[in-house]
């Protein structure tokens, strides 16, 4: 586990410019309708279906990240590979645990039987996320992918376990063991995670043009999953 230590002053000014972003992710309709247990059921199965290829690809991008990461035995070499490879093999259990959720909310198995295919404003975060992951830097692509959206969906995911089992009235969904443990490990430990990679961020980023790009990546990423959220409720 990564020690957490004071951030510096770019480091707060970085946290100021994504706020914003992070906030309009969380905020949205369609994870604040989710919260309050008002999602229709036709957006909730969209979302559990169409955000699928980002749960799904999530360890293949922590694994291009991993590539990233410079030769050499440096500690902070070290411990960016150390910290990578145990959440690869987090991230591959989360995707069989994602489609649980899905199936067990209403999701038909037919449904994951192929690729899925999301629409295109819903799919360009994963286009965003393998870009740069295979050609930005270490600290870009950690601030793409675990913080840019491993932090909107710890927040959101906080909000929508408290009243999740409300869904259990309608047809089509069961909630039993096993139904959301995705939810339940983004809503619990996996928030860490964020703060985890902005202090290998904070590493590999010592330069201003390396912390200018950082923030820009955070926004990017942001801005997507912002985008794919408010589309799937706009499908309905």
Not at 169 to 196: C, N, S
Request: hydrophobic share 40%.
């Amino acid at each position: 586990m990564l020690k957490l230590t004071r951030h510096p002053q770019w480091v707060r000014e970085f946290r100021t410019a994504v706020g914003p972003i992070e906030e309009r992710i969380v905020n949205c309709r369609f994870f604040a309708e989710m919260a309050n247990g008002t999602l229709s059921m036709k957006r909730f199965r969209a979302g559990l279906l169409y955000f699928y290829p980002l749960i799904e690809s999530f360890p293949q991008y922590m694994g291009l990240t991993l590539a990233l990461v410079p030769r050499g035995s440096q500690p902070a070499n070290h411990l960016a590979r150390e910290w990578l490879i145990t959440n690869i093999n987090i991230e591959r259990k989360h995707t069989v645990w994602f489609r649980q959720w899905a199936l067990d909310f209403g999701v038909s198995r037919e449904a994951f039987a192929g690729p899925v295919l999301p629409p295109p404003e819903i799919d360009a975060v994963n286009h965003y996320l393998w870009r740069i992951t295979s050609q930005g830097t270490l600290a870009e692509a950690l601030a793409a992918v675990n913080y840019g959206i491993e932090g909107p969906s710890g927040m959101w995911t906080k909000r929508a376990k408290k009243d999740i089992k409300t869904y259990a009235r309608h047809k089509g969904v069961k909630i039993r063991k096993g139904t959301l443990l995705w939810l339940d490990a983004h809503a619990a430990y996996d928030d860490r995670h964020p703060d985890e990679a902005l202090e290998l961020i904070k590493k590999f980023a010592q330069t201003k043009e390396a912390q200018e790009k950082v923030t820009q990546a955070a926004r990017r990423s942001m801005e997507y999953y912002a985008l794919a959220a408010d589309a799937i409720y706009d499908l309905f």
